[in-house]
């Protein structure tokens, strides 16, 4: 059962933009956290931004001032701007919920973003 759906990623040159998208299936309970993970090839998963359910966000450093991520109930949005080649990589939708004290983690199928230089 899918339970994260993401959509957006392709291929941009350089300086250009994209805009990716995940949608949480309604059997995940309310995230209290949503973000997007990016693997590129021969490096390990890192976090790119993630936003919590009142609001407040988190970026790499390497994406700050370029990226913004949004939410929308249990929607999550990534706006990447001024792309860069090193931002080429598969990108992750994650999301977090908790039903009293038990932790669930869902992660999507990923998504290629590829930038040429």
């Known amino acids: 059962q899918v339970q994260l759906v993401e959509s957006g990623g392709g291929l941009v040159q350089a300086g250009g933009s994209l805009r990716l998208s995940c949608a949480a299936a309604r059997t995940i309970f309310s995230p209290y956290v949503m973000g997007w993970y990016r693997q590129a090839p021969g490096k390990q998963r890192e976090l790119v931004a993630m936003?919590?359910?009142?609001?407040p966000t988190t970026y790499a450093d390497s994406v700050k001032g370029r990226f913004t991520i949004s939410r929308d109930k249990n929607t999550v949005y990534l706006q990447m701007n001024s792309l860069k080649p090193e931002d080429t990589a598969v990108y992750y939708c994650?999301?977090?919920?908790?039903?009293?004290?038990?932790?669930?983690?869902?992660w999507g199928q990923g998504t290629q973003v590829t930038v040429s230089s």
């Open positions: 994650n999301a977090v919920s908790a039903v009293g004290a038990v932790k669930y983690d869902y």
């Open positions: 936003i919590a359910s009142g609001g």
